[in-house]
């Protein structure tokens, strides 16, 4: 059983920037082989993709709305994954989620498509 937990959160103001850590433990979970996603759900809105690696790191994949601006990592000796985000909005404003795919390096994006999530770090931009 793998255990995700978010951190890095907090209060910034517009423009600037978080790096938000997703910290895996479990005996067996090597995060390096699986896809690991970052979603957000803001107040009142569905919970939404915002970025995913697939295993192995071959490919990135991005919300539209925040691509050029956050970028998704991973440090498979820490088995930690990163989202840096830079140039932050308002809009961004929300709890932010890791998760691991249920289909081991395969990257989805919908939220059906991940399990072990995290507890959530709030990130909150000021205008």
């Known amino acids: 059983q793998v255990q995700l937990v978010e951190s890095g959160g907090g209060l910034v103001q517009a423009g600037g920037s978080l790096r938000l850590s997703c910290a895996a433990s479990g005996r067996t979970f090597s995060m390096y082989q699986y896809a690991m996603g970052w979603f957000r759900q803001a107040p009142g809105k569905e919970r939404e993709f915002v970025a995913g690696l697939s295993g192995g790191g071959g490919s990135t994949k991005y919300a539209n709305s925040v691509k050029g601006r956050f970028t998704i990592s991973r440090d498979n000796a820490k088995n930690t994954a990163y989202l840096q985000m830079n140039s932050l909005k308002p809009d961004d404003t929300a709890v932010y989620y890791c998760?691991?795919?249920?289909?081991?390096?395969?990257?989805?994006?919908?939220?059906?498509?991940?399990?072990?999530w995290g507890q959530g770090t709030q990130v909150t931009v000021s205008s």
């Open positions: 998760a691991a795919s249920l289909y081991g390096n395969v990257l989805r994006t919908a939220t059906t498509d991940f399990r072990s």
